[in-house]
């Protein structure tokens, strides 16, 4: 009876360290920017349906697909994660970038800072912000909190 515990036990350690690996490989900036290279036909059409038509995919592979953020240079936003609760709360993911501009979470109107060339951080002034990261051309990573 013991040793069929213990196996359970590990069994469900196993499945435990499995998941978490898999959320993780999604929210890290190496997980998305892998994911994101290696579907980039399949994002990039689901983005264009999106932007051009209208049209909303929910989910693709996994990744949400949280639509169309207007302004001076509209993005496609996809959310890999998150953890907390607001208002401690960290979220990430990736965009498409029409221009291939980057842009703050959401679009938002916020001044980007660079960090380097090819990462940028916005605040709002307190302890809400972000930083985001090209991945390619049109495409950034980024990881926001509140």
Request: net charge negative.
């Amino acid at each position: 009876m013991k040793k069929k515990r213990s196996t359970i036990a590990a069994g469900i350690l196993l499945l435990v360290c499995l998941i978490i690996l898999w959320t993780g490989s999604r929210s890290s900036q190496a997980g998305i920017r892998q994911f994101v290279l290696s579907h980039q036909a399949e994002l990039e059409e689901i983005a264009a349906d999106c932007l051009n038509r209208g049209r909303t995919a929910e989910r693709y592979k996994g990744v949400e697909v949280e639509g169309i953020y207007p302004g001076t240079s509209p993005i496609m936003q996809f959310y890999t994660g998150g953890f907390g609760l607001v208002p401690s709360a960290a979220y990430w993911g990736f965009y498409y970038s029409e221009s291939g501009q980057p842009a703050a979470y959401q679009n938002v109107d916020m001044e980007l800072v660079p960090i380097s060339e090819n990462e940028w951080t916005w605040s709002d002034g307190t302890d809400n912000g972000g930083v985001t990261q090209r991945i390619d051309t049109h495409w950034f990573s980024y990881k926001a909190w509140f």
